[in-house]
Every structure is written in structure tokens, then in C-alpha cells.
């Protein structure tokens, strides 16, 4: 399943989103309350393990992780990250 569809289905399976895609991509998941400081270290230790990224203390501390949008570009840029390792790896064979 792609990042996206599984992301927001996690933060569906929580509480209730906006209509439109694009308030879902700027929703504030933390700020709305939507998921408490409990959930939010299920879901860090979920996204880790099934899309195999590792979160900076950086990225976790940033306002573009309290979105949906944009915690979805930081799993996007950390899944890219590991297939360009892995094709120049591959190359490297």
C-alpha cells in the first residue's frame, strides 16, 4: 500500500478529517488533537517499521512533520533516499 493512502488511513482510524484533499495534506494533526503523545510515538515507531525510514530529531522537532502533507514528504525523501543507496549499491556489483 502507498505511503499516502496508508497515512491517512491511519490518522482516519483516529478521529475525523477535513472533506478535501488538500485541508487533509495541511491538516495539524497534533495541534487538532487529533492524536495524543501516546499515539504519536505508536505512529512514529508504525511509519518507521512499515515504510523502513528513520525519523531525525530534526524532522521530528519541524513544523512541516505536524501536517499530513508534509510528514508524507519526509517519508517520501527518506524512501527515495534508501532506493538511490540501493540502485548505487546494485551498481556498484
Known amino acids: ?41 505508536e505512529m512514529i515507531v508504525k511509519f518507521e517499521d512499515e515504510f523502513n525510514v528513520k525519523f531525525t530529531h530534526e524532522e521530528l522537532q519541524s513544523n512541516e512533520f505536524r501536517t499530513i502533507g508534509g510528514l508524507l514528504n519526509i517519508i517520501n525523501s527518506h524512501r527515495e533516499s534508501n532506493e538511490n543507496w540501493i540502485n548505487f549499491l546494485f551498481q556498484k556489483m
Request: without cysteine.
Open 1 to 41: 500500500m502507498e505511503p499516502k493512502t496508508r497515512v491517512v488511513e491511519f490518522f482516519k482510524s483516529h478521529g475525523e478529517l477535513p472533506e478535501s484533499e488538500t485541508e487533509i495534506m495541511e491538516f495539524n494533526y497534533l495541534d487538532s488533537g487529533l492524536i495524543d503523545s501516546m499515539q504519536l510515538v
